[in-house]
């Protein structure tokens, strides 16, 4: 079964977002009202802040380039260490 968990940004409540989402099949679970620690893009952010203060440093590249190749250089693997450390269970 499909359950996307989205925290509680007013966008991520629209009847039309809830609605596209049910239409999937997939069930809607809410965080709680303040749990970062429950939340891997939060952890993606601090690994994504890290690279761009990094390639800052430099000074030759423009901001849509830095940003470009911080999302880059984030390891594919560290998105299933950052569900894990939320609690969720990963295939």
Known sequence: RK??????????KSRE?????RGTGARILY????AP?????????????????QLC???KY???????????LINPSSFRSWFAKCCYCTP
């Open 62 to 72: 423009s901001m849509e380039q830095i940003v470009k190749t911080s999302l880059l």
């Open 17 to 21: 977002v809830e609605e596209l989402i």
């Open 57 to 59: 440093r430099i000074g």
């Open 37 to 53: 620690e429950l939340n891997p893009i939060e952890m993606m952010w601090s690994v994504l802040k890290h690279f761009i203060r």
């Open 31 to 34: 965080l709680p009202v303040y």
């Open 3 to 12: 359950v996307v968990i989205m925290d509680n940004l007013n966008i991520h």
